[in-house]
């Protein structure tokens, strides 16, 4: 929106005296006076190219001396018929009006950057367990409907945006056994077992309303089978992270692209049921290489979870539930430079929003999970706004005023 200022002029009453050497002082008595002037500038300000809405003239500041034999009258660019008149003294020779005009952006509007979106989910085989005592429902079907709605609301926020460049992309990581370089919902058999492989189910992509579908089709099939090989995960999410960099490095239309993963698991990194540390440190370095160019956010779904702080009190022991806890902090951005799970690995504690030490999410039952994903939506798509519409707000320049020029030479205030 364009916001106009009243230019403030100030006008300076002078009079001419026209001085002679001594020696013709006599002659000075009969000289005849005359005054001239050029035309009056300083209303042309109404035309400056500083008016108009671009921020090519961000900065910049136009002045303007006006010298006038007679009256000067100041008019106003958004109402003509507002005017002032500036009345010059019968014992002055001029007035001079000296104005000032400056221009700055203000921000009225904000446009949406393109968010690309890693959901990296945990399809082990404790995924066919139920979510907790009270409800028997089992938690890779309360994860389906959890990540349907979240790709519903992506897909509605898409349906607004009318450049494809603008739209959030989302692709999906599926973890549990063997990492597979194929793109899929694939299993492999070992034994008498069938596992999951650690792949990327879809890459990336816009969906809107008319499509969203067929993502969603695509969670819904996946089955649980398999160990918790978190560490393969983040393998595959960076190369997702990296070819979001390569796509908006060759496409000069979709700029400051914002990343962000979405990590969800049911347990502790296993390659088979206990916690493995190997797992664990593998995945956070891995992490510690995504969170340059993405933000991590993790969700975990299990017995004990604790988003407290992950170092140990005195009276506590390095337990399973204590590793787990802190390998989701180290993993997610919390703590951005954390090369393990151990406190003493983990650096730093980032802030939230609000001052405080952030943290990790836990759900409890099936209704928190939703609104942990739909909280963290919101937060990914309120955050990722760039200020780009501007308007023009004109500032005044507070000159010394009411000057008077007198034969002696000096001002007097």
Request: hydrophobic share 35%; net charge neutral.
């Amino acid at each position: 929106m364009k916001k106009m200022t009243r230019v403030i002029v100030f006008i300076m009453a002078a009079i001419m005296v026209l001085s002679m050497a001594p020696q013709q002082v006599n002659a000075a008595d009969n000289i005849t006076k005359s005054t001239v002037a050029d035309s009056v500038t300083i209303n042309n300000w109404h035309e400056a190219n500083a008016l108009d809405d671009s921020t090519k003239n961000v900065g910049r500041i136009w002045t303007d001396k006006s010298v006038s034999t007679g009256n000067i009258t100041l008019t106003s660019r958004q109402n003509d018929s507002q005017s002032a008149t500036i009345t010059k003294s019968t014992n002055s020779d001029f007035l001079v009006g000296l104005s000032a005009l400056s221009s700055t952006a203000k921000i009225v509007g904000q446009t949406t950057v393109p968010l690309d979106i890693v959901l990296v989910l945990d399809v082990s085989g404790s995924m066919n367990d139920p979510v907790g005592q009270t409800d028997s429902t089992k938690r890779i079907k309360r994860l389906k409907e959890a990540v349907n709605e979240f790709i519903d609301s992506s897909a509605k926020e898409n349906d607004k945006r009318a450049d494809a460049n603008k739209q959030s992309r989302i692709a999906v990581v599926k973890f549990a056994g063997e990492e597979s370089d194929k793109i899929g919902n694939e299993q492999y058999r070992k034994g008498q077992y069938w596992y999951n492989y650690t792949q990327i189910v879809s890459g990336y992509k816009a969906y809107t309303s008319r499509d969203k579908s067929e993502l969603q089709e695509k969670v819904n099939a996946l089955k649980p089978a398999g160990a918790t090989l978190a560490d393969n995960a983040m393998e595959l999410t960076k190369e997702l992270v990296n070819q979001s960099k390569i796509d908006e490095a060759d496409n000069t239309n979709r700029k400051n692209v914002k990343r962000v993963v979405i990590f969800f698991t049911d347990g502790v990194p296993t390659s088979y049921n206990d916690f493995d540390k190997d797992v664990a440190e593998r995945a956070i370095k891995s992490a510690k290489s995504i969170k340059k160019d993405a933000d991590i956010y993790t969700i975990g779904v299990f017995a004990g979870a604790d988003d407290s702080s992950p170092e140990l009190s005195e009276t506590e022991t390095w337990t399973e539930t204590k590793k787990a806890n802190a390998f989701m902090h180290g993993l997610s951005s919390n703590y951005p430079i954390a090369e393990n799970y151990t406190y003493d690995k983990l650096g730093t504690r980032a802030k939230d929003s609000n001052g405080n030490d952030a943290t990790y999410y836990k759900a409890t039952d099936a209704s928190s999970l939703k609104d942990i994903f739909k909280q963290i939506g919101d937060e990914i798509i309120s955050s990722a706004q760039s200020p780009t519409d501007v308007g023009r707000i004109l500032r005044t320049f507070k000159i010394k005023k009411n000057v008077e020029v007198t034969d002696n030479g000096k001002d007097n205030f």
